[in-house]
């Protein structure tokens, strides 16, 4: 009963998301005010009724219901509990219901947090999130009802993908969901304003405070992710340039751009017609990451087996919310200043610079993501796109951003004089060239990297130091989010240029070498799982060193996985992996990471940043509301 009781639930949203879609035309076209009433308690409503079907969902794989389709295909009585509650979200339509709950759950709080908008302003809102909302459960409805029952129930289930069954997989995807479908906020926002044709200091803080949330939580998913996938798949790196990683990436770059943009409305108003243009954008590029995702055009571990019936689905969800908003823009968009109100030399004009780059380097990524898709379709053939053509393309965009990101804080909001800049730039300049000298020895690209970390990090701690007096917290998490960007290209750069790997079939007892540094397979033996069987392997090295690197063998479904041990000190990591072995010995392939425990450091720090962004921003916005 508690399966039809979430099914009723998700029934009872889609209603509740028709009317929050309607009511406000609908009291406009009758002129009875009155029915505008209904938005806001249909938007609260919509939250409940997506949180009970969600409980019902963890529910059934809790108690392991195999009656329901979905626990069966992707549960196991076998499984620890913590895999049994991430397996509601590690299917189709388990993920996609999490993705609509967390809409609406957003549309709950648009709802109930005023945030200073007029009220004309916010039922426009309500409404564009209720039309999302009605598109997104139509499809789950019609094509992915995560409820469907099997008659007779199975007595076992088929367990979840192993490569899914590990403790950072259970955090990242609602990590991830809340920052892609948080930009579904600000698409409102922009779709409201398009409506209305009017913008003002309240709409950029709303917009810039939404933006800012999902900006958090993208990047906390996105490391997640990485950080499980160099842990995990057992290849010793940490980004693979993978699609459904870039349709991760894509909503964050426009994030992050946006974020830059909307600042200038706040302050000094013009560009407003870009910055709605981004926020139409980015949730473009969340929805394009659903239809990559799960529409069955690619073969990825992160990507859900799906039919064709829902790709063209998707597809034409995706056509109908993205292509209906820049319709609109292209039709009322004249109404929005495009002026640019601020001066070229200036923080502004670094600002929109960085902007722009962050909108090309987007698109560059889109083309490499999109384009193999499109080659196939055409009949062209099978092109593949890598990591070499991305490195060659959107690398060289992000090195004069990030010379801006070292110099541009230290501007002047309004005018600036580059007679007023060359002290500060010339040390900002120096600390860099001094970094890249002192890495030349490495390369080039390492010389690049740790010049332009170092030019980030003397830019920040200089303007710390030179707003000592008068720094406000959000001027403090602009400043640590940009010392964790500073902390993450000396990361990747370390990981990167500076790795080594060595790799050997030992036996017991044998050693190799890597980086001066002997190693030695100890043991290899058996250990039993909860559901697996594991090879287990001690290495030993300098200093008192163990590693317990796996092979993990399950039976439902039957897949072998590897089990990666590092160890990590804050000048890097020291990686083991083993191949096929047995009692006598086995394949050991190691790898040292200089500096790489950085990045993973660095996504703490821009998250901290923003946070102390964030809350620098809602105390003013509770104070405008009384």
Sequence with gaps: MIAEAGHF????????????????????????????????????????????????????????????RVVFENSHTAKPMLYKVAAAWGHHEGSLLLWAALLSAFGGVTALWNQGLPGGMRLRVLAVQGLVSCGVLAFLELTSNPFDRLSPAPFEGRGLNPLLQDPGLAVHPPLLYVGTVGVSVAFAFAVAALWSGRIGPGWARAVRAWTLIAWIFLTAGIALGSAWAYAELGWGGWWFWDPVENSALMPWLTATALLHAVRGVERRGGAEGWVVLLAILGFGFSLLGMFLVRSGVLTSVHAFAADPLRGVFILALFGLIEGGALALFAVRGHRLSGRIAFAPFSRDGALLLNTVLLIVATGVVLFGTVYPLLAEVLGIGRISV???????????????????????????PGRDSPRRLLRPAGIVGGVGLLAAAASAAWGGWAAAGFGLAAAVAAGTVLLLWRSRRSLTRRGLGMAVAHLGVAVAIAGMTGGSQLADEAIARLPVGGSLVLGGRSFTLAEVRAVPGPNYIATRARVTGPGGLALTPETRRYENPPQTTTEAAIASTPLGDTYAVIGEGGPDGAVLRMFSKPLLPWLWASSVLMCMGGGIALFARLPRLRRRER
């Design 9 to 68: 639930a998700l029934i009872l949203a889609a209603v509740l998301a028709l009317v929050q879609a309607a009511a406000p035309g609908l009291a406009h076209l009758f002129r009875r005010p009155g029915i505008a009433g209904l938005t806001g308690f249909a938007a609260a409503g919509q939250a409940v009724a997506m949180a009970c079907a969600m409980a019902a969902l963890i529910h059934a794989f809790a108690v392991s219901d195999f009656s329901v």
């Design 386 to 412: 890598g990591a070499p053509f991305f490195d060659a393309t959107v690398l060289p965009l992000l090195s004069p951003l990030i010379a801006l990101m070292a110099i541009g804080p230290l501007m002047r």
